[in-house]
């Protein structure tokens, strides 16, 4: 099935429980059958509008930060609860409710049926979003335009540093670590020396077919799960507004405030042509000059040059070649979901020839866990926990906003091989750990954990959200792995068919994997496994 969704996180036995609950209030636990008419991609879902402000008025009150977690037995009972009041919900919204509205989340493509908000006007929609419907036409003197302040040295503090600085074109649009990152934490450094990004930069080559942050809740799901946004914990709603994160962070670009950037950007040629194109506002109001770069930007991101489908798996798609041996055992593994079930979040469709149906994520979130990167400056504090999605819940203000800590944005996989580190946190140097770490990491946590507790880059009040039911993560400590060593070989080679032309080199210089390359805060029995691997 194309672009399977994932069920929200919850325990498999109190999903059971909340369905039977659900049965017994309602014949009709697919309320949304009869509302499947948007898209004929699209699979319909319940329509609780308003299903999770409701739902949270029969919840206890969240776990502060750094409290303990909810016992066990109350949980259940909230989670059944809440599963009433949302069923109860979305009955009388079929009952009594205006016609549902619509909205755009993916530029050009087909308004999305929108069936209840969560939170400040997040959308919750009746169907998936299908990324290989979106049309982008940017026009062309714009996208000119935003190519020139993506590569424009003079908007960091100090000058010296672009959006190319993190975003290398040479590399896929990912990083192109510096020495004292490839020694230290992992992850770019920013305009001033020994400074470095909370996170890992992702690629943002198809980056233009991430949807806007809406829920959607798939016919068999006890709730609604979110989806889209950009960055790793969806703060950013669109391209334009996530230039606002680099521009703006210490560790960074920066720059102190808008006022600032005016100053820096009004003194230079850039000042005039952005006035030519935007009005005079953009000399005189520094919000105005900051939606304008990022409408700029946007338009360059959003252009055909970022999203060129050129790689051998795109050739495969169109034309039914046959890849390598290990790469179509690897692609049979990736899918299988006894095995590596990849696609489960990474998801693609080999029954289309439109490479936009396989961009290898489906945008939705998950908690997966990925070891505490102890070289991050940020972590030498052992209080600091990068919350991912459960901050921008706050913000947003979502109905019991704890629930999703610990949850991050699934990437796309694609260009995957040619990364120098791995995960949010650029935690592994290679790629083969990465996909060892969801083989072993419930049945050798030791191996991935630094000896320390289990889960250590997670709060744990928060421990109860990781996701311990999907495989290969559902098995126990000490119990036979889901894949073997040959098989997370034949994985990492499938990973390699999806590098684009302009940088099969690149990926072939580094073996793939960069199975050669260990870094300094990568676990001593990992490094050891890759060494070891038997070449392919």
């Given at each position: 099935m194309i672009d399977e969704v994932r069920y929200a996180r919850r325990p498999a036995h109190l999903r059971d429980r909340c369905a039977a609950v659900t049965k017994s209030l309602?014949?009709?636990?697919?309320?949304?059958?009869?509302?499947?008419?948007?898209?004929?991609?699209?699979?319909?879902?319940?329509?609780?509008?308003?299903?999770?402000?409701?739902?949270?008025?029969?919840?206890?009150?969240?776990?502060?930060?750094?409290?303990?977690?909810?016992?066990?037995?109350?949980?259940?009972?909230?989670?059944?609860?809440?599963?009433?009041?949302?069923?109860?919900?979305?009955?009388?919204?079929?009952?009594?409710?205006?016609?549902?509205?619509?909205?755009?989340?993916?530029?050009?493509?087909?308004?999305?049926?929108?069936?209840?908000?969560?939170?400040?006007?997040?959308?919750?929609?009746?169907?998936?979003?299908?990324?290989?419907?979106?049309?982008?036409?940017?026009?062309?003197t714009l996208v000119a335009l935003g190519r020139r302040?993506?590569?424009?040295?003079?908007?960091?503090?100090?000058?010296?540093?672009?959006?190319?600085?993190?975003?290398?074109?040479?590399?896929?649009?990912?990083?192109?670590?510096s020495a004292a990152s490839l020694a230290g934490p992992g992850v770019p450094q920013g305009s001033r020396p020994g400074r470095f990004s909370a996170r890992n930069a992702p690629s943002l080559l198809y980056v233009r077919y991430v949807p806007r942050r809406h829920f959607y809740q798939d016919d068999d799901a006890p709730a609604p799960s979110p989806f889209g946004g950009l960055f790793s914990d969806g703060r950013a709603d669109t391209?334009?507004?996530?230039i606002r994160g680099p521009l703006f962070d210490p560790n960074e670009m920066n720059n102190r405030s808008p006022a600032a950037l005016l100053r820096k950007v009004d003194a230079t040629d850039l000042g005039a042509d952005l006035a030519a194109r935007f009005g005079i506002s953009v000399r005189r109001d520094p919000e105005q000059l900051v939606r304008a770069l990022g409408t700029a930007v946007e338009a360059y991101l959003q252009s055909d040059e970022m999203a060129p489908f050129?790689?051998?798996?795109?050739?495969?798609?169109?034309?039914?070649?046959?890849?390598?041996?290990?790469?179509?055992?690897?692609?049979?593994?990736?899918?299988?979901p006894d095995k590596g079930n990849c696609m489960s979040c990474h998801t693609l469709s080999e029954t289309s020839s439109r490479p936009e149906r396989s961009l290898f994520t489906d945008f939705g979130y998950d908690a997966i866990a990925v070891p505490r990167n102890r070289a991050l400056p940020a972590n030498r504090d052992p209080r600091h926990f990068d919350n991912g999605l459960c901050d921008t819940a706050r913000r947003l203000r979502w109905p019991e906003p704890t629930q999703w800590c610990g949850y991050l944005r699934t990437p796309g996989l694609r260009n995957v091989a040619v990364k120098q580190t791995f995960m949010h946190n650029g935690v592994f140097a290679n790629l083969r750990d990465a996909v060892a770490f969801y083989n072993t990491r419930s049945t050798d946590p030791r191996r991935w954990y630094h000896g320390a507790a289990t889960f250590d880059d997670v709060p744990a009040a928060y421990r109860g959200n990781i996701n311990v039911n999907s495989t290969?993560?559902?098995?126990?400590?000490?119990?036979?792995?889901?894949?073997?060593?040959?098989?997370?070989?034949?994985?990492?080679?499938?990973?390699?068919?999806?590098?684009?032309?302009?940088y099969a080199g690149l990926a072939a210089a580094r073996g793939g994997t960069a199975a050669n390359v260990a870094r300094a805060q990568a676990p001593a029995s990992a490094v050891r496994a890759a060494a070891a691997a038997p070449a392919r």
């Open positions: 309602t014949d009709s636990a697919r309320v949304s059958a009869a509302m499947a008419d948007a898209v004929p991609f699209e699979t319909s879902a319940p329509a609780a509008a308003s299903a999770a402000s409701a739902a949270s008025a029969g919840r206890a009150a969240a776990p502060a930060p750094g409290a303990t977690s909810v016992p066990a037995r109350a949980r259940r009972k909230r989670m059944l609860l809440a599963c009433a009041v949302a069923t109860l919900a979305g009955l009388a919204l079929t009952a009594s409710a205006a016609p549902p509205s619509e909205t755009v989340l993916l530029p050009g493509a087909p308004p999305s049926r929108v069936v209840g908000v969560v939170g400040n006007g997040t959308p919750q929609v009746a169907g998936k979003i299908d990324a290989a419907t979106a049309r982008f036409a940017p026009e062309p302040i993506f590569f424009d040295t003079r908007l960091s503090e100090p000058r010296g540093m672009s959006c190319a600085g993190c975003h290398d074109p040479g590399r896929a649009f990912a990083p192109t670590l391209l334009a507004e996530q050129t790689s051998r798996f795109d050739a495969y798609l169109r034309t039914r070649t046959p890849l390598a041996p290990a790469e179509m055992r690897g692609l049979a593994l990736f899918r299988n290969p993560m559902n098995r126990r400590p000490g119990a036979v792995p889901a894949l073997t060593d040959a098989e997370i070989d034949d994985i990492v080679a499938f990973l390699g068919t999806l590098t684009d032309a302009r």
